[in-house]
């Protein structure tokens, strides 16, 4: 049935080729191939994804492994259950963007192809964007509409076993809605609750720049001062010497990820303190891509470095200094960067899917991960407990207003335009928060700070947070433009 609705999209897309050409209007080659490549993604056919990725993938492509394009036509197959054809957004001769919308969940999706410029045109690229001219959803009445409509959506996510998780959405610090689907662990059908402790991947940064914040508030240190002040005996004396804490916070001081092949060949169980994972990173820290400042690049190597200049500036361990300062006054009675070997009550496993030939596998996260998190990520919270750090921060509970509006404003002087100081910046009034990802991961605060509106979405799930929060932003900008 899949395969002959993929078939059926296809020919219509002929169909309105010849339509387009007899009215003098010729489809060009980058959206017929967008119309085919719909309808692929739309029938969920692994083996038809693989004959049209052999017989009309360009060379370039083809170099790529043949699983990495399956992987994307199960994966958009898998979100969506198909896709709708809405209407072309941009058509250059090469190249087409054409929305498309979801059928299990109704986001709207810019479906992007280009094309070799000779026939038989076929594919050199392919991905989803946002879309920029997508149809206007209808605004919710009242916010028991919001509250109404969102559930319906979830519960369609989670019955396609697509979102697994907890959903807190919040205006002025009031909760409009909660709810709590899927489960924690599958090995003994144990079902996700509102109190739930999930994985919460890099949100943890929040954490880091709000505590690195607290003690230049303390005058324990500044935003300017070198990171050889703090390390002196840092693998790359020079580099310190040029890396400010500024740099460190913005993910523009030149260092690079954790997740090396170090980490990868190592025990997890010998990285639990922070000078364990500054140990893992040293050979990493000798290398710096590029002078501090002059460019962006995400860099979890040099969050965990941040850690430790708060372990000098205050006196404390990471943990302890957060434990105290962060999570104590804000009330979060569940978060913390857990040990995992040791008895954790109430933890989500996380799980990934892996799509076969066979059909779906799904494996658990617990020997990929970290035994403990740190400043760069890998803690535990609830969505309760980030609505209360939310509030916190809000109310000037733990920073002053004046520093929390430092935190989440682009820093443009370090070539950072979207990123605060551990925190997204706010852009063209939009949110400021975090996100966090991994295999099992998938976690996101987003605080809308003009409007009062929270939405925090946390998942066992990779992946599967991104269309549950676009549900609830695009609700609540219908409503915000009534």
């Keep these: 049935m899949r395969s002959l609705f993929s078939k059926l999209l296809i020919v219509a897309g002929l169909v309105s080729a010849f339509a387009s050409m007899a009215a003098g209007q010729a489809e060009s080659a980058a959206v017929r191939r967008a119309k085919e490549i719909a309808g692929i993604l739309s029938s969920g056919d692994r083996a038809a994804a693989r004959r049209y990725v052999q017989e009309n993938f360009a060379e ?29 957004q941009d058509e250059k001769p090469a190249e087409a963007t054409y ?6 969940t109704g986001l709207y999706e810019a479906l992007w192809v280009s094309v070799e410029e000779n026939a038989p045109h076929k594919v050199t690229g392919i991905g989803l964007r946002p879309p920029s001219d997508a149809p206007a959803i209808k605004a919710p009445a009242n916010e028991a509409e919001f509250a109404s409509r969102l559930d319906a959506a979830v519960k369609k996510l989670a019955a396609a076993d697509a979102f697994s998780g907890t959903v807190l959405i919040a205006k002025n610090g009031d909760a409009v809605y909660k709810g709590a689907f899927g489960e924690a662990n599958k090995d003994f059908s144990v079902p996700n609750r509102i109190d739930t402790k999930f994985n919460l991947g890099s949100m943890n940064k929040m954490f880091t720049g709000v505590a690195i914040a607290q003690l230049v508030e303390k005058g324990k240190l500044s935003y300017d001062d070198p990171l050889s002040k703090f390390i ?15 740099h460190l916070l913005t993910h523009t001081s030149g260092l690079g990820g954790y997740f090396s092949p170090r980490f990868w060949d190592k025990s997890r169980a010998n990285l639990r303190t922070v000078d364990d994972m ?12 590029f002078e501090p400042g002059s460019r962006w690049q995400y860099s979890n190597t040099g969050m ?13 361990s990471y943990f302890d200094y957060v434990r105290e300062n ?15 070997d040791r008895i954790n009550k109430n933890l989500a496993v996380g799980y990934h899917k892996r799509f076969t030939d066979e059909g779906v596998a799904w494996s658990n996260n617990i020997f990929s991960h970290v035994m403990r998190g740190g400043p760069q990520g890998g803690g535990y ?7 209360r750090f939310d509030k916190a921060l809000r109310s000037g509970k733990l920073v002053s207003a004046e520093t929390f509006r430092l935190l989440t404003k682009p820093k443009p002087e370090v070539n950072s335009p979207r990123y605060g100081y551990g925190f997204f910046a706010v852009v063209d009034g939009g949110p400021t928060g975090h ?5 099992g991961i998938s976690s996101d605060l987003r605080m809308h700070l003009a409007s009062g509106w929270t939405v925090i979405v946390m998942s066992n799930y990779g992946g599967s947070s991104g269309p549950v929060w676009r549900l609830a932003e695009d609700l609540i900008s219908a409503m915000e433009k009534k």
């Design 381 to 387: 919270s609830t969505v309760e407990d980030l609505l």
């Design 278 to 289: 500054m140990a893992l990173v040293r050979e990493d820290e000798k290398d710096v891509s």
């Design 60 to 88: 370039g492509m083809l170099k790529r492994p043949m699983e990495q394009h399956l992987g994307f036509f199960s994966r958009v197959h898998d979100q969506t259950r198909g896709l709708k054809l809405v209407k072309v």
């Design 435 to 439: 996100s966090g990802g991994f295999e």
């Design 326 to 340: 962060i999570y104590k006054p804000a009330g979060m009675v569940n978060s913390d960067t857990y040990e995992l």
């Design 232 to 246: 002196p005996d840092f693998p790359n004396a020079e580099a310190a010497k040029k890396i400010t804490i500024k």
């Design 304 to 316: 965990l470095v941040l850690g430790k200049v708060i372990e000098v500036a205050s006196g404390q």
């Design 99 to 104: 929305i498309v919308q979801s059928e299990l």
